[in-house]
C-alpha cells in the first residue's frame, strides 16, 4: 500500500499516527443532539452491538430482552442517517448510524451527524478497534452498569480525512 506523504501524531496512544492532512477532532464538533418524541406509530428500532440500529421485531427480539410497552409516545424519532447509541451498552460497540426511520427507547441518545460521508463515519465508529473509547468515557460502579453521559460521547476523538478519502475507504469497505 503507497504510504502517505506525511504523518502526525493521532494523540492516541495505541493508535500512533496518522496521515497528516487528517483532522484530529473530537464528536462534538460532528454531532448535535436530536430529541424528538411523539411518534408512537414509526417502526421500532433497537441498537444492538453486532449490527448497530436494527428494526426491532414485535416480539422484543432484539437481544436486549426489554419488554415493549403500551404506550411509545415518549420514545425518541430517529431519522435516516442519524447516529443512536444505546448509553448503558456503548462500552460493548451498541451504535451506530441509522439505516432506517423509526423510533426509539428515551433512555437512547440520538445525534444529527456532521460528516461528509456518513458510511465513513459508519465504518471507523463501528470498528473494533473504536470500541475501546466508548468504554473508556463510559463510568460506573460496576462494568455491567456503566453508563455514558452527553458529555462524555462529545469529548471521544474522532479522525476525519479529506470528503474524497472518506469515500474512497467507504466505497471499498462496502
Known sequence: MKRYESYKDSG?????EIPGHWEVTCLRRLL??????????????SVTR????ILRGAKGDDGNNNIIPEDLSGYKHVKKGQFVINKMKSWQGSYGVS???????????????????????????????YVPF?????????????????E???????????????T????YLD
Open 152 to 166: 462524555n460521547v462529545k469529548s471521544i476523538p474522532f479522525f476525519i480525512p479529506p470528503k474524497s478519502e472518506q
Open 32 to 45: 448535535k443532539r436530536y430529541s424528538v418524541k411523539g411518534h408512537p406509530n414509526k417502526p421500532l428500532l
Open 99 to 129: 439505516d432506517f426511520e423509526g423510533i426509539v427507547s428515551p433512555a437512547y441518545f440520538v445525534y444529527d451527524l456532521d460528516i461528509g460521508d456518513k458510511r465513513f463515519f459508519s465504518w471507523a465508529i463501528r470498528s473494533k478497534n
Open 134 to 150: 466508548f468504554m473508556q468515557y463510559s463510568k460506573g460502579i460496576r462494568v455491567d452498569q456503566w453508563d455514558l453521559t452527553p
Open 50 to 53: 453486532e449490527k448497530g440500529v
Open 168 to 171: 474512497a475507504i467507504a466505497n
Open 12 to 16: 492516541v496512544k495505541w493508535l500512533g
